[in-house]
Nanobody, 115 residues
Framework: QVQLVESGGGLVQPGGSLRLSCAASGFTFSTYAMYWYRQAPGKERELVAAIASAGGNTNYADSVKGRFTISRDNAKNTVYLQMNSLKPEDTAVYYC????????WGRGTQVTVSS
């Protein structure tokens, strides 16, 4: 079965960096686009970044452009989200997602940006 497991979240000061990972299994990872979403308290879940199956095409929410980088390692079945220049408004639970006939989500990893 499809499984997505996020890791790498934590508490970081404003201006700091974190690297999130999402380990995937149960499907042919290299043939599917992958997505990072986030959900802040009291807000709807929003798309943060997306990456095509081969990794060549990426897209970002305007709020993270220039600060976040999505990447993937198809040999390791893992997608990453490098987050730099973090702001308090980046505080959220971050989820990865894949659509393989159905939509699958991981359980999320908490990112808290606070001094």
């Amino acid at each position: 079965q499809v499984q997505l497991v996020e890791s790498g979240g934590g508490l970081v000061q404003p201006g700091g960096s974190l690297r999130l990972s999402c380990a995937a299994s149960g499907f042919t990872f290299s043939t599917y686009a992958m997505y990072w979403y986030r959900q802040a308290p009291g807000k709807e879940r929003e798309l943060v970044a997306a990456i095509a199956s081969a990794g060549g095409n990426t897209n970002y929410a305007d709020s993270v452009k220039g600060r976040f980088t999505i990447s993937r390692d198809n040999a390791k079945n893992t997608v990453y989200l490098q987050m730099n220049s973090l702001k308090p408004e980046d505080t959220a639970v971050y989820y990865c997602r894949v659509v393989v006939t159905s939509s699958y989500w991981g359980r999320g990893t908490q990112v808290t940006v606070s001094s």
